[in-house]
C-alpha cells in the first residue's frame, strides 16, 4: 500500500490497516528480543529499553484498593510483582 492509497481511507480503516499490520510477538520472540537488545545495542540503550518495558509491567500490575493486582484479579503482590521484587533485591 503506497503512502497515497493509505491517506485516502477513513480514519476507521487506517487504525484496522495498523492492527493488522501490527505484530503480535510470540514468548520465544519476545524473549529473543530481549537478547538482541542485550546484544546488539549499547549499555545506555538497552538500559533504557528494559527499564521502559519493566515499567509498562509493574504499571501494568498495580495495586488496588482491596489488596488485589489490578491486571491478575489475584491478591497483590502478584506472582509477577514477586518476582520482579526477587529479582530487585
Ligand atoms: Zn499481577
Redesign the pocket.
Known amino acids: 500500500m503506497t503512502h497515497d492509497e493509505y491517506e485516502s481511507k477513513s480514519q476507521a480503516k487506517r487504525v484496522e490497516i495498523l492492527k493488522a499490520e501490527e505484530k503480535q510477538m510470540t514468548h520465544e520472540e519476545l524473549l529473543q528480543k530481549l537478547a538482541d537488545i542485550a546484544h546488539n545495542k549499547d549499555a545506555h540503550e538497552a538500559r533504557n529499553d528494559y527499564l521502559l518495558a519493566l515499567r509498562a509491567v509493574v504499571e501494568l500490575?498495580q495495586q488496588i484498593d482491596d489488596n488485589s493486582?489490578y491486571?491478575?484479579a489475584?491478591w497483590y503482590p502478584?506472582?509477577?510483582?514477586q518476582a520482579i521484587e526477587k529479582e530487585l533485591m
Do not use: A, D, Q, V
Not at 502478584?78 to 510483582?81: E, G, Y
Open positions: 500490575h493486582c491486571h491478575c489475584t502478584c506472582p509477577t510483582i
